[in-house]
């Protein structure tokens, strides 16, 4: 897979990370709920060291709330408090804030015992490109402070934002790079939009993703496409859809980029279900 970020601007915004990890004391880790483990950044739990996080599983209105369960579970079972949230609509946080004003009351309690005077507690929010930083920041300090859809690695000088419960948000947030060289992850981070759909031609993506959901989400499949044939493969499920939808080129072909545009587009807004391409490891 051809992506195009390259290694100098990844280190320079790794190293971007870092300088600010420095300056807070609890961490919002966004992870995207759909693919909680391909959205994680490898490097960010060697780079916040002991610091204490948050993780926040975004675009839970996108998952599957059975999945996202388990995931809230296998987050516990580890010691961290994972928290579903619609960083749009606003669902879920009031719990962040609720986790986040605990962790402040460990903070002053450990301040305190140290001798020092409390402070205002900063958070700061980090993620892959696209899982939704910008959205939850705004949603958090309730105005439009930070733009969606920004261009990734784009710093202009730090502002600390006041919410309430003695906290402080860094208004700039963490963009961190996906591990994208395992091309397993590259695909559900196509599929999801997280890397631009340039990357992969968008008939191979929308086969893989097929592929995908034939495992967990083969009912959802068929009851959005009127599919009744075998779905015994990928191809064959696309053929059925361009079929059923009509989208034929001349000469009678299946327009198979039409047919997996739809397809994508439908994955995204979760129009065929709300689905999670990712399950905890059971060990
Ligand atoms: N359905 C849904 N969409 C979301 C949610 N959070 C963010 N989005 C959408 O996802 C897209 C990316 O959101 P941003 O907030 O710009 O993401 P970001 O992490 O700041 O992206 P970069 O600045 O590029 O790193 C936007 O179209 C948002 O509207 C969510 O919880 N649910
Ligand atoms: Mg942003």
Redesign the pocket.
């Known amino acids: 897979m051809n992506i195009h970020w390259y290694p100098g601007h990844m280190k320079k915004t790794k190293e971007l990370v870092k300088e600010q990890l420095k300056l807070v004391d609890v961490i919002f880790e966004?992870l995207d709920a759909r693919i909680p483990m391909s959205s994680k950044n490898p490097d960010i739990d060697s780079m916040i060291g002991g610091k204490p996080k948050v993780v926040i599983l975004?675009?839970?209105?996108?998952a599957d709330t059975w999945a996202t369960g388990l995931w809230v579970e296998y987050f516990k079972k580890k010691g961290i408090i994972a928290i579903p949230?619609?960083?749009?609509?606003g669902k879920g946080l009031h719990d962040v804030m609720k986790a986040a004003e605990m962790k402040v009351k460990e903070k002053m309690d450990a301040l305190i015992k140290k001798g020092r005077r409390a402070r205002a507690v900063r958070v700061m929010v980090v993620?892959?490109?696209?899982?939704?930083?910008?959205?939850?920041i705004?949603k958090l300090v309730k105005r439009k402070s930070?733009?969606?859809?920004?261009?990734?690695g784009v710093t202009k000088g730090k502002q600390w934002i006041r919410l309430k419960g003695n906290i402080e948000l860094l208004d700039t947030?963490g963009?961190l790079w996906p591990k994208f060289e395992d091309p397993e992850v590259g695909k559900k981070l196509a599929f999801t939009?997280a890397v631009k759909d340039e990357l992969l031609d968008t008939e191979t993506l929308a086969l893989y993703l097929i592929e995908n959901l034939l495992l967990g989400y083969k009912s959802n499949l068929a009851s959005r496409y009127n599919l009744v044939g075998k779905m015994s493969s990928p191809l064959d499920v696309l053929n059925e859809i361009a079929k059923n939808r009509g989208f034929i080129v001349k000469g009678g072909e299946p327009d198979y980029l039409r047919t997996a545009n739809i397809l994508l587009d439908e994955f995204r807004s979760?129009t065929i279900g709300k689905m999670t391409l990712e399950r905890p490891s059971t060990e």
């Not at 975004?58 to 996108?62: F, G, I």
């Not at 930070?146 to 990734?152: E, F, R, V």
Request: net charge positive; glycine share 16%.
């Open positions: 966004l975004n675009k839970a209105d996108l949230v619609n960083s749009v609509g993620g892959i490109p696209n899982v939704g930083k910008s959205s939850i705004n930070a733009k969606t859809g920004d261009k990734p947030p963009i939009g979760s």
